[in-house]
């Protein structure tokens, strides 16, 4: 596992797949015993199973599902499905695609994949009405 988070950490340095990816800064907790956590904002790579496959030379991930990578340090990456279709997201998840997900509902469910423990978690873009990424308005 720790292969993989090395391998995206090169990855993402490159343009090539930092094109194809969406970063945006959002809201994010995690399940715990007792509820959820505290929300953080911090910046989150949007991308699809395609795009992870590609990036990690691998066939572990649905091309079909979409993902966010939560980076916490240098070697270490949560690697979360987003529950549930976002409409219309193609072979590459771009801006519009962010938008798309997160217009309506501003917030999703995502379940952690390189884990033992399948964590869910809550990926919040919107406050009220206003993004709380202001590269998305």
Same mark, same amino acid.
């Given at each position: 596992?720790?292969?993989?988070?090395?391998?995206?950490?090169?990855?993402?340095?490159?343009?090539?797949?930092?094109?194809?990816?969406?970063?945006?800064?959002?809201?994010?907790?995690?399940?715990?015993?007792?509820?959820?956590?505290?929300?953080?904002?911090?910046?989150?790579?949007?991308?699809?199973?395609?795009?992870?496959?590609?990036?990690?030379?691998?066939?572990?991930?649905?091309?079909?599902?979409? /993902?966010?990578?939560? %980076?916490?340090?240098?070697? &270490?990456?949560? *690697?979360?499905? +987003? =529950?549930?279709?976002?409409?219309?997201?193609?072979?590459?998840?771009?801006?519009?695609?962010?938008?798309?997900?997160?217009?309506?509902?501003?917030?999703?469910?995502?379940?952690?994949?390189?884990?033992? /423990?399948?964590?869910? %978690?809550?990926?919040?873009? &919107?406050?009220? *009405?206003?993004? +709380? =990424?202001?590269?998305?308005?």
């Amino acid at each position: 596992m720790k292969i993989i988070s090395i391998i995206l950490i090169v990855l993402i340095s490159m343009s090539q797949f930092a094109d194809a990816s969406v970063r945006r800064i959002v809201k994010v907790s995690y399940e715990t015993q007792y509820g959820y956590s505290n929300k953080y904002k911090t910046e989150v790579t949007f991308l699809t199973g395609r795009e992870l496959n590609k990036a990690t030379k691998t066939y572990d991930y649905n091309m079909f599902d979409n /993902y966010a990578l939560i %980076w916490f340090k240098e070697d &270490k990456v949560a *690697i979360l499905k +987003i =529950d549930g279709i976002i409409i219309g997201v193609g072979q590459e998840f771009d801006s519009d695609d962010f938008k798309r997900a997160f217009q309506i509902i501003s917030e999703k469910s995502a379940t952690q994949v390189n884990s033992q /423990y399948k964590r869910k %978690w809550k990926i919040k873009a &919107k406050d009220i *009405i206003r993004w +709380i =990424d202001p590269r998305v308005e």
